[in-house]
């Protein structure tokens, strides 16, 4: 357990957290989770403020970051951007309505604990990866830890969620078989965040990691190696292949979601083209993990998904809603995870 | 007083609350306001998190629930149904627009202790009946207790704090007599839910209760059932009548304002009559709680209103700001009477 | 140090408060720095509520106000008026769009322990002075205090945060040159509220005062007429020049921001000049704090701006992100001002 490592340090990839450093994060989570259940106070951050940046919506995230600030005793400040001035690049800012990021950290630093913020898509005019860039600006002014609450490349937050499911269902991970699955949706521009977190996540604990997508959606291929390096290291395998029946056999965990494909984006392409992005991803409306795929996978493998989800679309109703999904399990760890790396970075 | 039936119920009508409970209620809420008063700490559930949904704006729901979960050590979440993925029956839902109901509820109930909700109108296509369908579907998914802050149909919150001031101002509320009046005012689309839940609870007191209204703005057939089946086993009486001045006569209580005609609504039409809604009302223009009409009620006799009110069409500004107006005492009973409730329901 | 003047009063101007109790929270205000920098409980609100209701967009005001109450132990609603009713004057209201600001105060006052209000500009139609007047017509009906977040008159807390920081920077107030400039920014609408607030303040304590500003951009009369009255009360003086080199000479404090210039407003004007406005900024493009004006001030001047500002128009890049700028410690002490103000006031 890692005791020296917390303090004001900002919460934006896992990539440099060491293995040591998440395990104490998953143990903390399983802690407070008791506490919660037993309900005994936990006031770890009294009358400490968490500043939390939306660019976007929120369902589960909002509420587990302000439902988590509470039960640690603090309060978290819902931020939409349309209310306060909009923090944007200081060349982008337009009068009343959006000031420089900078003025916005190094102000916010002062008055309370910790800037959460999520920012992707619509918010940064769909400019791949410019999502991720407003977060490390925020982290480049802000005295105080950043957290990012999902941006277009990464989701670390989800990632903590996720492996604790894992482990809390499972068990023991190591030796575990995780596929991490594209699956068809009709909306063709979800980030790539939750692949892109987990996958970095789960390779620290020697897993039997399977990446299945069609031609097309690959993820970063930085994030890859980083996974790659990750298997030499701690163990495990990693796999990557285009058939999705495939790499369900024998599954202890199908994580099944739909992500886009960055190659039609900007600044790859000179404006998002969202005929071709369409077009790649009715070629793949199949992508589906249905109770057919679910039976290929272990008996007792789990079904995992972020949410929110397009039923019968990305998965049926039978299975998201069934004996195997641990969905609104992983939901509430989301809670649990979040209040530990809060916890630990703005004790 | 009821100790054993609270843990986790929905609080959506007052319909299945027994006359003892609302009495536990009632106590309960007297006692709040005196701590209240006093500035005395009454952490009864400290930490705990309220997600309030509101698909509609709000002054007093809003903020006596935010108000009272802090006073009462915990937190409220003010949710606008535009900044979460708007809570949708499933067929309705629309990408990064809205989200399921199920998943909705399901992923609160692991965060927190209440959801609450308001729902009527425009949020649900100004579909009758529809506001109070939202709130049974969280409440079918949700493990923790859903709670009605308006909806189409009802608004139990209300009538506790009604039944509250008109017992704080009145003594004894046996053989007191209560008009409930419709009144005339230009926004013609308000809910029946005040009408809709005040008299059920009003008529488990044992008073002398008249309602009175124009043709064609009859309550719903199944709440005057309730009404006259409690007055059967509680005494007191129940008639209706169309003459605001006969109804006024020797009243201790005259509740006027204004509800809309459900026959000119969907599903009953194919689409919402709006000019025959208007022509209706126009009609009634008369229909005023004036000083004339409060003199043919009891001297000490109090006017109540829910607020916000159209002060000079459903009450003239020297009733409603006049010495025999309750309505700002009415107002801040919410508070104490919700807090009542959620202590009960959420400890 | 003032102990008994500060219940329930209003915070709309500091013109009613006493030198005394401008000290009295001064004092205050550093003791609470302290005690938030050593994380030390201060619940002097434990359990309280601030409604804060913001007609327009907010960073700093209201993350301060709302991490104010969070430690001093109480809560504050962050109440968008598009939200709840927004408070108008009766005569203006809207069905289910606004609501009497005698009704809203009136309710809320029921509820909490202090009202907060920023308003000004597009919310009130553009009309000079109306925000003012929204502010004291809640105040007018509220019974618990209320505090101006900014108006287009003035900014009472803006002034208290500044003069904190003159103080925690220069020492001694006496005898210190303070230079309120004027400034040139594109958008041609900014309130006048700062230097309606700073300058009646700081000729309390004895200040050599200097506004200097272009023909046209006049402060109010009736504030000059109060800032030189101080000075004949409590010493120091108060000089106006329309030359921006010769004010900033031998300066202590240079506070260079833009202003709107009041001649082509509603009521003066039937409507809003803008090209009139935007014709006279133009002129006085060159008013600009940059480091060659810096340079004419003393050694160890200091720049303040309330932020947000216009980098390149009102004040060079090298100066407000430089050594001798104070402006994140003015708006930190903000935060401090505030919870001063709000600790006499509310407990």
Redesign the interface.
Known sequence: MKTDTWKNRDWITTFDYTKEELETILHLAFELKERFNLNE?H?IL????L?MI?YN????T???F??GM??L???A????T????APTF?SETK??HS??I???A???S???HGISIRCFGDAVGWRWGMGNQVIREFAKWSDIPVINMEDDWYHPCQAMADIMTIKEKLGELAGKKLVMSWAY???TKKPLSVAHSMLPVASKFDMEIVLAHPKGYDLNSEVISKVKNNVTQFGGSFTTMDDMDAACEGADVIYAKSWTATQFWLPIQEKLMEAELKSLAEKNKDWICDSRRMALAKKGAIYLHC?????DFEVTADVIDGPQSAV??E??NR?HAQKAIMALLMK
């Not at 400040?77 to 939409?80: E, G, I, T």
């Not at 349309?82 to 001035?85: L, P």
């Open positions: 106070p006031d009294a009358r400490k403020t500043f939306f919506g929120s369902l589960r909002r509420n587990s302000e439902a509470t039960q005793g603090g309060h400040h819902f931020l939409d349309g209310k306060i001035y200081g009068d009343r000031e420089d900078a003025d916005t190094r102000t916010l002062r008055m309370g949706a009709p909306d949410l929110p989800c397009n039923r609104f399990d939901a509430e809670l």
